[in-house]
């Protein structure tokens, strides 16, 4: 059983909608992601979080809107989004940011496949 | 040159035979290293880290890690068609503010029966 939960499994919208992707994490971890997976490619950073402020965003277009509202939870809202932009979206989270050994590993929630029409 | 680098495979190998996973990583200064096991259609669920020279052993699963040759591989011993997956290898990148990780492309193994 994973301890980092995502909702919803599934979302379709269209290009004009305005939608939301959550995320929960339940090991008291103080870092957390959001990665973009497209079929057969690697997960892609878009964000991190640590201590609930924003660490990295990877360049991501301002159609996607991180927000982590405390430790545990953290948004993905989603406005005006492309086709292209349907893929699976994980989450995960990991102790810290300390730059080495076990702090750095990450675990992933079950994902959000979206499909933009 | 990608900055870590995996054959993206189909390796097929029999069940109950070793499968043998490799990976190279192009910065020296990187310290922590791990292996992702995904199924089709589902997440990355991590199945072995590694921050030292040598082996770590945990059941079926060993891996090792070669930081002169910026190398780290997987071994299944004793393959099941469970194993059957995509196993993406994965290195903390080094030097940046926070904790971020570079995936492969991952290699996906086919256990036959």
């Known amino acids: 059983d994973t301890e980092v939960t995502q909702t919803p499994k599934h979302l379709v919208m269209g290009m004009t909608n305005k939608k939301s992707l959550k995320c929960e994490q339940h090991?008291?971890?103080?870092?957390m992601y959001w990665y973009k997976q497209k079929a057969k490619k690697p997960p892609e950073l878009m964000f991190v979080?640590?201590?609930?402020?924003?660490?990295i965003n990877e360049s991501v277009p301002s159609r996607f809107s991180p927000e982590c509202p405390n430790s545990s939870l953290l948004n993905l809202h989603l406005h005006a989004l492309q086709p292209e932009d349907s893929a699976l979206y994980l989450c995960?989270?990991?102790?810290?940011?300390?730059?080495?050994?076990?702090?750095?590993?990450?675990?992933f929630g079950p994902g959000t496949r979206l499909t933009v029409l | 040159q990608k900055e870590v680098e995996q054959n993206s495979g189909p390796l097929s190998v029999p069940e109950g035979a070793i499968a043998s996973l490799n990976c190279t990583y192009s910065?020296?200064?990187?310290?922590?290293f791990f292996w992702y096991r995904q199924y089709s259609g589902k997440s990355p669920e991590l199945i072995m880290s590694?921050?030292?020279?040598g082996d770590k052993e945990d059941g079926r699963f060993t891996a090792q890690l070669n930081k002169a040759s910026q190398y780290v591989s997987l071994l299944i011993r004793d393959s099941q068609p469970s194993d059957s997956a995509t196993y993406l290898c994965?290195?903390?990148?080094?030097?940046?503010?926070?904790?971020?990780?570079?995936f492969g492309s991952g290699t996906r193994l086919s256990i036959r029966p």
């Open positions: 995960a989270s990991s102790q810290d940011l300390s730059g080495s050994g076990s702090y750095n590993e990450q675990f």
């Open positions: 910065d020296r200064g990187s310290q922590s």
């Open positions: 994965a290195v903390n990148q080094p030097y940046s503010s926070a904790s971020k990780i570079i």
């Open positions: 090991m008291g971890h103080r870092a």
């Open positions: 979080y640590s201590y609930e402020k924003l660490s």
């Open positions: 590694i921050y030292s020279n």
